[in-house]
């Protein structure tokens, strides 16, 4: 069973416009959730984190939304670009301060592609 | 700024013969975690260790085992290789500050078994 639910699978951007992708997720236990994208062949890179005491975080191009009551929260990519185009994994974890219960329980991923 | 480093990056073993993936996390980071990633597929959580300790366990098979040492690198250690276990291997850490949550990843080991 897919603890963090994430859509679409994949999506198709036109240059300069808005990448949106939704997790969902079901443990209210959950206090900590970053995204990550990931090139072929490489390593997740932590791309922005969100607690749940706030509702929006936005570090330049890249802004995440965060819905308590729902169990939802999503990324938007801004002013889309090609280099922008790889796997985004959006995770989910229990204990922001560490301990044993903080490993990461991924989304299945989106593939994202920005055309020219 | 320094990162988390791997090795091997590349391995190629045959069947039922043993690996050992390498980790050294970002420096003061005390906390390391191991991920698998099969083609296609989301990162999937093996085990952690902070300060030394075994602190939590995913889905690692028993053939796996793994070790943090005193100058916090880790490395895990895979017996009996099937076919199956050909995937990506990440190391993670994380610490040194507030921001436990944040866990940064190595570039991989590429795990083939023939």
């Known amino acids: 069973q897919q603890q963090v639910k994430q859509s679409p699978q994949s999506l198709i951007v036109q240059k300069g416009g808005i990448s949106i992708i939704n997790c969902a997720y079901e443990n209210t236990a959950f206090d900590y959730f970053p995204w990550y994208q990931q090139f072929p062949g490489k390593g997740p890179a932590l791309l922005i984190a969100?607690?749940?005491?706030?509702s929006e975080k936005k570090e330049g191009r890249f802004t995440i939304s965060f819905n308590k009551s729902a169990k939802q929260f999503s990324l938007h990519i801004m002013d889309s670009q090609p280099g922008d185009s790889a796997t985004y994994f959006c995770?989910?974890?229990?204990?922001?301060?560490?301990?044993?219960?903080?490993?990461?329980?991924f989304g299945t991923g989106t593939l994202l592609a920005v055309q020219p | 700024a320094a990162g988390v480093i791997q090795s091997p990056r590349h391995l190629i073993k045959e069947k039922r013969e043993t690996a050992t993936l390498k980790c050294y996390p970002i420096?003061?980071?005390?906390?390391v975690y191991w991920y698998q990633q099969g083609p296609g597929q989301d990162p999937q959580f093996l085990i952690s260790?902070?300060?030394?300790?075994?602190?939590d366990k995913g889905s690692i098979p028993d053939r796996f085992s793994a070790q943090q040492f005193s100058d916090y690198h880790s490395e895990l250690n895979m017996s009996s290789l099937e076919l199956g276990d050909s995937a990506l291997y990440f190391c993670a850490s994380s610490g040194g500050d507030k921001k436990r949550g944040s866990q940064y990843f190595g570039p991989g080991t590429r795990l083939t078994v023939l």
């Open positions: 260790f902070y300060e030394k300790m075994q602190s």
């Open positions: 969100i607690r749940p005491d706030v």
């Open positions: 420096p003061r980071h005390d906390t």
């Open positions: 995770a989910a974890s229990g204990s922001y301060y560490g301990g044993a219960t903080n490993k990461l329980i």
